[in-house]
């Protein structure tokens, strides 16, 4: 065989066994990428970067349940119990308004008769850009969300793909594995810890100093001009957008409950009259929404001060997520243009006021610095 023939064969063949490569993994396509779950396969949820936007895409629902981390412990099977629906859990850990909005776009794209949407609205986020993209759970993969069919390659060719995902579905399938996809509830859910209390409270300790004196005398910074334009702009584009856009989908946006350790670091870093203007400027906008229903659970002190709930300062249980859940549907914790003032009172008088110094006494915080 001379060079040329040789390397015409290497080339045919490297073509060849690529093409195969990228025609095994579009087939089975564990990230959904072109198609919905097939038959006879078992499919992992575990990449929520990876496989929401295809599950977005191409599974079958009439209801989602989005956000960032708070909403991982929440269970479709509850949800479509309590609401008569059939949804799906796509979380996004660390996203910002801009990245959660993105993918109810692409709901929305790709499905008609969306009728519930069960979304959380960190306030932590309030005072940002509008295109906001945050880094902090790695690099999207772009390739995956994009329309742009000649980098599907970096999918097609993975090698973490195959090896991690593809072999493994086709091992279990040869060896007469029952097919399906992992439950929602399990997806994303977040493990139950036993030290809520002790990393909630080591987070506030790093703020001792700031935390002497008297309750209620630690100096507040109050919302800028700028930072209120950028309030209204991110509110505006990412929440309330999408609601106007669709106003037959009823649309729950809620804010988090998290510990009175969270709370108190906000006070310490004199941010909390600022948190609560920013918040008072969001809810106004939302509640201007005729579909939407907002909810807060800030004036459950009961539900802030019990640590029992957390597995840090910010993330709740599983069983608090169900109770959070049931609330909703129960229209406990509204908001409405009635009672916004009440609540954004009380936040300031109670939280702004608390004994946070307390919470740091030896008794209470065995690893103290």
């Not at 493994?168 to 439950?183: C, E, F, H, I």
Request: glycine letters at 6%; aromatic letters at 14%.
């Amino acid at each position: 065989m001379n060079e040329k023939r040789w390397i015409k064969n290497f080339i045919i063949l490297t073509a060849a066994v690529t093409a195969g490569v990228c025609f095994y993994t579009a087939v089975l396509d564990p990230f959904f990428h072109y198609h919905a779950p097939l038959p006879g396969f078992y499919y992992k949820l575990e990449n929520q970067r990876a496989q929401n936007d295809g599950i977005t895409k191409h599974f079958d629902y009439d209801s989602l349940i989005t956000g960032t981390s708070f909403t991982e412990n929440f269970h479709t099977t509850q949800f479509d119990s309590l609401f008569d629906a059939s949804s799906v859990k796509v979380p996004y850990p660390g996203a910002s308004y801009r990245e959660v909005n993105d993918n109810l776009k692409t709901a929305f794209r790709t499905h008609s008769g969306i009728r519930f949407v069960l979304r959380s609205v960190e306030d932590s986020y309030l005072i940002e850009d509008k295109d906001t993209l945050h880094k902090e759970m790695g690099e999207y993969p772009t390739y995956l969300y994009n329309r742009n069919p000649f980098d599907d390659l970096k999918y097609l060719l993975n090698k973490d793909v195959i090896a991690g995902y593809c072999l493994p579905m086709t091992v279990r399938r040869l060896l007469n594995g029952k097919g399906g996809v992992d439950s929602f509830d399990s997806y994303s859910a977040a493990p139950e810890t036993a030290d809520g209390q002790e990393k909630a409270l080591r987070e506030l300790s790093d703020y001792r100093k700031e935390l002497r004196g008297t309750p209620g005398s630690v100096p507040q910074k109050e919302l800028t001009a700028e930072e209120a334009e950028m309030v209204k702009e991110n509110v505006s584009q990412n929440l309330v957008s999408i609601a106007k856009a669709h106003p037959d989908t009823q649309f729950y946006y809620f804010v988090p409950p998290v510990s009175i350790a969270r709370w108190g670091t906000m006070y310490a870093q004199g941010i909390l009259y600022k948190q609560i203007q920013a918040q008072e400027l969001a809810f106004s906008l939302l509640l201007s929404c005729d579909n939407v229903q907002l909810y807060s659970f800030a004036e459950d002190t009961a539900l802030c001060t019990d640590f029992s709930h957390y597995a840090d300062s910010v993330h709740y249980n599983a069983e608090t997520a169900g109770e959070l859940m049931r609330r909703i549907h129960a229209g406990e914790g509204r908001v409405t243009k009635e009672n916004l003032r009440e609540l954004l009172d009380f936040e300031k008088s109670f939280y702004g006021s608390y004994d946070y110094t307390a919470l740091l006494a030896p008794s209470l915080n065995t690893t103290s610095r």
